[in-house]
């Protein structure tokens, strides 16, 4: 069996009533991802067209960054530079015990 049959084969042993929770649960993750970028960006008193005048690019972009799910660690760390982070890092737990990671 190929690996889209498994997985289909998988799928369709899920009720569709998980599956709606987590897609629900995921489009809210997603809504607070973008709500933290726009709130460093508004903790940094900028707007997006200022924001944007920082990174040359547009205000679109900026938008779309502040969207997204994914996106590369530099991405991420002009955008926090030009919103006035200072020292970014990411913070993660790997078996019990807080890991920093400069950005």
Known sequence: MRGNERLEQ??????????????????????????????????GKLTQVELARELHTTQGH????????????STLRSYLTAAGAENPRILVTVNGHEVELDI
């Open 10 to 43: 998988m799928l369709a042993t899920v009720p569709v009533k998980e599956i709606e929770e987590f897609e629900s649960e995921a489009a809210e993750l997603d809504r607070i991802h973008a709500m933290s970028l726009a709130m460093v960006r508004a903790a």
């Open 62 to 73: 900026v938008s779309q960054i502040e969207r997204r799910d994914d996106m590369l660690l």
